[in-house]
């Protein structure tokens, strides 16, 4: 079950290949439960220097706070970039502010996350669609988009950035 009975959500660890629509789904998600953007707090593990600190203090401070809204979230992008000690420290936050705060973690690897912070989280991974159906819906949105196109040529470019759908469409603009 994704929503709790008081509309509330349990941590979420989000599993899958780039592009298949991870952080898009935990973004839907805020939205639907009406949490507000200062409620969130949104980090990418890849792009972020002293990754430690942050959790350790910037995700520490945020928690810290009274939430404006049900509680407060944390969207950590990219989770499997985090070191040991790094999860060891969120592991800690999580338990610490449990009552008005909420992880929402995605990762390509879920084998990098330390066994502590999958037994904290409801895992949902979600698979590559195959390509005939990736070919489709990459046709569909070139259609409502009013692009012309060769069905020759969207199927050899689908075959050089498949299954990365984000990639399909944020490169063949």
Known sequence: M???SDGSIPHLLLSGSPG??????????????GIPDYDVLEINASRSTGIDYVVREQVTNFCSMIPFGPFKVVLLDEADRLSPAAQDALKGVMEEYAGHSR??????????????LHSR???MH???IDQTEFTA????????????FELD???????VVYPDLRKCIVTGK
């Open 126 to 128: 979600f698979s590559s």
């Open 20 to 33: 298949i629509g991870k952080t898009t789904l935990a973004k839907v998600l805020l939205n639907e439960l």
């Open 2 to 4: 994704l929503f709790r």
């Open 103 to 116: 992880f929402i973690l995605t990762c390509n690897s879920p084998n990098k996350i330390v066994p502590a």
């Open 137 to 148: 819906r990459a046709a569909t949105i070139l259609v409502e988009e009013g692009i012309e």
């Open 153 to 159: 040529t969207l199927d050899t470019y689908v075959k």
């Open 121 to 123: 989280c409801q895992q």
